[in-house]
């Protein structure tokens, strides 16, 4: 498996989903500019991600979207499913597992933490809630190395430690927070207020 950057490993995730959508409308094959366009990447910076993973398409046909789909996959894919847990079933919180449920085969939210009495012991939205007490426990048991955050800016630094101690490597961060945590956890911070006034200062342009 190839090393690979962050940035990298974004433009990828953006390649598959891309080709996943074109194999779902009966595509098989796409040229590299194609695709680049679909991605909103250059042609080039394209073809030096794909040789970079050791996949090559033909000149005269493009790239054969199935095994191109399967050379991105061996990638950034495990071949054993990935348990994922989260952290706050608020409104947010089951948003986010309704949004992801189904959509990876092998990667899977198994375990749901909550501090409200009324969720916990319950499932909720196909996920199996347990008390915030339970997190490292339930982590360990399972062998859960990544986890979503959807608690409120105040509690995430807090989860985020015990998450730490639970042995999470991966963390995604809704909470408008940024995080302090050892440089050997990864974290991706998605701060839905930030991105909307980003949005909001382009429309005004």
């Known amino acids: 498996m190839a090393d ?17 959508e074109l194999e ?10 194609q695709l680049a366009k679909r ?28 095994e191109m789909l399967k050379s991105i996959a061996k990638q950034l894919l495990s071949t054993k499913q990935q348990n994922v847990a989260i952290v706050g079933i608020g409104n947010l919180g089951r948003a986010i597992m309704a949004y992801f449920h189904g959509r990876r085969e092998n990667i899977r939210i198994i375990a749901g933490f909550d501090s409200d009495l009324q969720k916990i012991n319950r499932t909720i939205s196909g996920c199996y809630c347990y008390s915030m007490n339970d997190i490292e426990r339930i982590c360990k048991y399972h062998k859960i190395k990544a986890a979503i955050i959807a608690v409120p800016e105040r509690e995430a630094q ?13 963390i995604m961060n809704f909470a408008p927070v940024r995080l302090v945590l050892p440089d050997s956890i990864y974290v991706e911070n998605l701060d839905m207020a930030l991105t909307l006034e980003k949005v909001a200062y382009f429309a005004r342009q």
Do not use: W
């Open 158 to 170: 807090d989860i985020a430690e015990k998450l730490s101690q639970a042995g999470i490597r991966g």
């Open 39 to 66: 991605a909103g990447v250059s042609p080039v910076q394209l073809r030096h991600d794909i040789m970079g993973i050791g996949y090559s398409g033909s000149p005269a046909r493009g790239y054969e979207i199935s």
């Open 4 to 20: 690979l950057s962050k940035k990298t490993v974004e433009r990828l995730c953006v390649y598959h989903r891309e080709l996943l």
């Open 24 to 33: 779902n409308e009966g595509t098989d094959h796409i040229f590299s500019h």
